[in-house]
């Protein structure tokens, strides 16, 4: 092939139709890609310009670098683990599709306040009290984990169920039960984007390099459709998965039971 004559930076252009060639399979995955200087002459360009594009691809994901052996077409398994986002209820007793994972340390519990994206999601103003916990959890057959942080804002905890803010680390399966036991028909809102993770998300959750994590975002809303708590689980895209049940619902148009 000769050189390519694309608008755009050169590295962009030589980048462009490497992932035009890993899309249509002509570089598979776990394979091997042309070495440096296989490139160079393939699209008659510098070893710079090589080497530029071959960092794009690989902070893409797209590609992984082996000291040593050069660079390959990254696989792309199937998530190690299906997280069931079904809330299920017996009686009074309510479980979730991570309540069989494990805590990896105890939990922390802090105060904190509402931010410019929590505050909305509890009808609340930014700023306004709340009890933090976070979970680092682990899958007991994978190990793989997860990061779960429920916020309770300190007017649920004084207004609707008193035990919380004098145990704000209760399970969230005890804290729904809680929540019924004094009156409320509960139901869920949950969102789900995805995300590259913070340096600390990286670490903590042992995510490899340009890989993204998956972020539920559920409000638990009472009888009167206002928001009690919130939860939030992030956990690495390339070895999880997120599972729904949906129904249709008259007065609402998606909510996971």
Do not use: C
């Amino acid at each position: 092939m000769g050189e390519i004559q694309r608008p755009g930076a050169l590295y962009q252009q030589v980048a462009a139709e490497i992932r035009s060639g890993i899309t249509t399979g002509e570089y598979k995955p776990g394979a091997p890609l042309p070495s440096e200087a296989q490139l160079i002459n393939r699209y008659q360009v510098s070893r710079p310009t090589v080497r530029k594009a071959i960092a794009a691809l690989r902070a893409e994901g797209l590609i992984e670098v082996i000291h040593g052996k050069g660079s390959y077409v990254r696989a792309m398994p199937a998530p190690a683990v299906t997280i069931t986002r079904t809330i299920t209820r017996s009686g009074r007793t309510f479980r979730t599709g991570h309540q069989a994972w494990q805590e990896v340390e105890a939990p922390s519990v802090y105060r904190t306040t509402t931010t410019a994206i929590t505050g909305p999601l509890l009808g609340l103003a930014e700023g306004e009290a709340l009890f933090a916990v976070d979970r680092l959890l682990a899958d007991p057959h994978t190990d793989t984990r997860a990061l779960h942080r429920v916020l309770i804002p300190f007017a649920t905890a004084a207004n609707e169920a008193e035990q919380l803010g004098e145990a704000p680390d209760t399970e969230p399966e005890q804290i729904y039960a809680i929540l019924a036991a004094v009156g409320h028909t509960l139901t869920w809102d949950e969102t789900v984007s995805a995300r590259m993770p913070l340096p600390d998300e990286r670490i903590t959750l042992r995510i490899p390099d340009a890989t993204p994590i998956v972020h539920a975002t559920r409000v638990t809303l009472g009888t009167d459709q206002r928001p009690l708590i919130l939860e939030e689980l992030r956990a690495s895209a390339d070895r999880t998965q997120l599972a729904y049940r949906i129904t249709a619902d008259s007065s609402r148009a998606l909510h996971a039971l």
